[in-house]
């Protein structure tokens, strides 16, 4: 039964004024009990207000420049009015995740589609593709550091072998799992080896990959976060890792609900670009909103 | 090629002659090697020709080699013994003479029907303007003027069959191989998608071979009816000419009483294999 928008939206709103009048209520002690001491949980106010402030420093640095931004000054951690501006932490988090998303997408197809077409190729490197995929990427994000330096590559980096696996899995299954009678009414109809890869292996190929796309690009900012947070000059990993060294509660939830606003944000224009690409596709049998 | 000829039925030669072979199976053995080792044999030395622009039927119980044989003739199966010629020339490969509808849905679903339908000339290097414009005709012709932009999922399985059905006629094929196509339909639909493939096939008669468990469908259709018998090891084990004259009706000519006299010879013939494929399976 499909329910009403509106009741819906009030009921999602709920849940929020709900848990963030728990919140309030355990923070300052208004039922005697400080169930949710500030120290550990801080308070649904000095959250909002936090965040309120980091967007209007840094809007205010960012209102004083009066020459054009260019990129290198957006990545570029000393800049005078750039620099360490949540517009920068927001900035510098996007591009890791966008880099990751397109180099682990590109390097997933292409090995995908070799994997696939080449059945030896696939059997001989099956387990050490396996291997690298029980691999905890966490791992890895150290010796990325000491390769790739402290800047956004070694972020990239993390981000993309989480995001290759994704993608190289969808697309070799897309390969393998054409459906024969199109293929063979494919042939029928006269297509030789390079009409089949772009009439038929393409096509769904990607339309495994698309239907990943949610979890392709949530693993790329997953990546671009936790390295950050390893280590960095810069991003909302670098954020959340600064204020938790210094006991900052505040700062540390603060970071938290930009991030998640960041990630819905991503996941909406996400959910944009698969309807486009998607029409071709029925509808799934419990739909989202 | 048969006019009305005498009760009782006759029946045919199988064999026309040399030259006017559209095509020509003979000895056909197909065999699948076994999960468990060993061979399975599917369909044994059988032998078909069929005259060009002749409507044949093959009819037999399920599961006998009816596609198999199908699929020997379109090059999609390559036999264990025996020789497929078409068109008088040996086949190997491929066979780029024929149009094959297929009993699944076979259209590419990431593409519209009308993009579906031009794929089929654009494939042959025409220009896509030109195919698109070619498909819309054909699209029109199979009575789906205005469905150009679905996809397949937005159409009923009757009319992912007639996108099917001009993806294949608009190349002009000489020789149609129908495997089982209307199978999946609802009865009306079947009978429906049964005049049009007759209206269709009238304007330039086609040399057609038609793969059917539907002996009524067979019968109003074809102009030869060939019978297999049970599978394994499934042979040709009967061969009628169709004597309705046509134009026909897929709908009306099952009233007639000719063609319950030919129902019922035919029928004769197939229950015991029906009732032995069935045995079998049980058994």
């Known amino acids: 039964m499909p329910i009403a928008r509106w009741k819906l939206l009030a009921l999602q709103a709920a849940v929020a004024i709900t848990a963030i009048a728990i919140w309030h209520i355990g923070s300052a002690g208004t039922l005697g009990v400080t169930f949710l001491p500030k120290f550990f949980f801080s308070a649904p106010w000095d959250v909002g207000a936090r965040v309120v402030k980091l967007f209007g420093d840094g809007t205010a640095r960012i209102a004083h420049c009066t020459d054009p931004l260019d990129i290198t000054r957006l990545l570029s951690t000393s800049d005078a009015c750039f620099g360490k501006t949540i517009w920068q932490h927001l900035s510098v988090t996007l591009i890791e995740g966008l880099l990751a998303f397109v180099i682990g997408s590109a390097a997933g197809i292409l090995f995908g589609f070799w994997f696939a077409r080449r059945p030896l190729v696939a059997a001989v490197f099956d387990p050490y593709i396996k291997m690298f995929n029980a691999l905890p990427r966490v791992v890895l994000a150290p010796i990325f550091m000491l390769w790739l330096g402290l800047g956004i590559w070694s972020k990239v980096a993390l981000g993309v072998t989480l995001v290759f696996f994704i993608v190289f899995f969808n697309v070799y299954q897309g390969v393998r799992e054409v459906s024969p009678v199109i293929l063979a009414n494919a042939r029928m109809l006269g297509m030789n080896d390079r009409q089949l890869f772009r009439h038929v292996y393409w096509p769904s190929a990607l339309s495994w990959m698309f239907s990943s796309l949610h979890t392709s690009v949530g693993f790329a900012i997953i990546g671009a976060v936790v390295g950050e947070y390893l280590g960095s000059a810069a991003g909302l990993g670098y954020l959340i890792q600064q204020a938790e060294g210094t006991f900052d509660v505040t700062g540390v939830f603060a970071g938290m609900v930009i991030l998640a606003a960041f990630v819905l944000g991503i996941d909406w224009v996400v959910t944009l670009v698969e309807r486009r690409l998607l029409v071709w596709k029925p509808p799934a049998a419990s739909s989202q909103t | 090629m048969d006019g009305p000829s005498d009760v009782p039925l ?92 297929f009993q699944q849905d076979a259209l590419m679903p990431w593409k519209t029907a009308l993009a579906n339908v031009a794929l089929a000339l654009e494939v042959g290097g025409v220009p896509t303007a030109e195919a698109m414009a070619r498909a819309q005709v054909w699209l029109t012709r199979v009575g789906l003027k205005s469905f150009g932009d679905r996809y397949s999922h937005q159409l009923s399985g009757g009319q992912r069959k007639r996108v099917a059905l001009a993806q294949v006629l608009i190349r002009d094929p000489k020789i149609l191989l129908m495997d089982e196509p209307f199978g999946p339909l609802d009865a009306q639909t079947r009978q429906i998608m049964g005049n049009l493939l007759l209206d269709l096939w009238a304007a330039d008669r086609k040399t057609v071979l038609f793969v059917t468990h539907d002996l009524e469908e067979a019968i109003a259709l074809a102009d030869r009816v060939v019978i297999m018998s049970a599978g394994p090891a499934a042979r040709i084990i009967g061969d009628h000419t169709i004597d309705i004259p046509r134009p026909r009706d897929a709908t009306e000519v099952r009233l007639q009483p000719r063609f319950h006299d030919i129902h019922r010879a035919i029928w004769a013939q197939l229950r015991d294999e029906v009732v032995k494929a069935y045995g079998g399976e049980v058994g």
């Open chain 2, 10 to 101: 006759r029946q045919a030669s199988g064999v026309a002659a040399p030259s006017l072979r559209a095509v020509h199976l003979a000895g056909v053995d197909v065999a699948f090697p076994e999960p468990k080792g060993g061979v399975f044999k599917a369909v044994s030395n059988a032998t078909l020709a069929v005259a060009p622009n002749e409507f044949v039927a093959i009819v037999g119980p399920t599961g006998c080699g009816k596609s198999t044989l199908l699929n020997c003739a379109a090059g999609l199966l390559k036999p264990a013994g025996g020789t497929v010629e078409i068109l008088g020339a040996p086949l190997s490969g491929l066979n780029g003479h024929a149009g094959y509808l």
